[in-house]
């Protein structure tokens, strides 16, 4: 199961990735406002910290 949530974590981040890429790639003729973009930096941004509650005392709190 924790594979499975990792593996949506990761497929998660490269779309927020790729989305910021074209984004930036294509300029001010992109189509996202600047509430999408902090969206998806928030979630990239997020998501990288979550990786380290697995080894936080309360995560295995959680668990059991």
């Known amino acids: 199961m924790t594979t499975y949530i990792q593996t949506l974590r990761n497929k998660s981040i490269q779309q927020a990735q ?16 600047v509430f999408e973009v902090a969206k998806l930096m928030d979630a990239i941004k997020n998501a990288q910290t979550t ?6 005392i309360f995560y295995n709190v959680h668990l059991n």
């Open 18 to 33: 790729s989305k910021l890429n074209r984004h930036r790639q294509m300029g001010t003729k992109s189509e996202m406002d």
């Open 51 to 56: 990786e380290q509650w697995p080894t936080s």
